[in-house]
């Protein structure tokens, strides 16, 4: 009987974090404008609050950083870049710190930021 209380407990946490995920995902889609947006969450998959998350790169220099919500979300609203082809691509890597100010990660996929928005 604990086993399935434990079991219920699970998946009514899993449960709320989809339905986060998912309101986040609607607000996302409904805002103008280029941005990248996400959830910085720890390897078992729980929400990490406070952490920040910028877009580093030559093409990134003045876009702001944002910190993650209680729920881990973050949303950064960038404006569009010149194209400048002696600087292709227009990209940028996302990196994520930790509250105390130490890179946690740093995303291997370059983020084209002349492609408007995006998820990570």
């Known amino acids: 009987m604990a086993e399935a209380v434990a079991d219920l407990e699970s998946l009514q946490v899993y449960a709320g ?24 969450t720890d390897a078992a998959g729980a929400p990490l609050a406070g952490s920040n998350v910028r877009l580093a790169g030559d093409q990134a220099a003045n876009t702001p950083q944002a910190t993650t919500a209680d729920d881990g979300y973050f949303r950064i609203p960038f404006s569009a870049p010149t194209v400048d082809i002696s600087k292709a691509p227009n990209a940028a890597i996302v990196e994520v710190f930790e509250p105390s100010g130490k890179l946690a990660y740093s995303d291997p996929l370059p983020l084209q930021l002349d492609s408007g928005g995006a998820y990570r």
């Open 17 to 40: 974090r989809s339905l986060s995920r998912a309101q986040r995902a609607l607000e996302a889609i409904q805002l103008q404008g280029h941005a990248i947006y996400g959830f910085v």
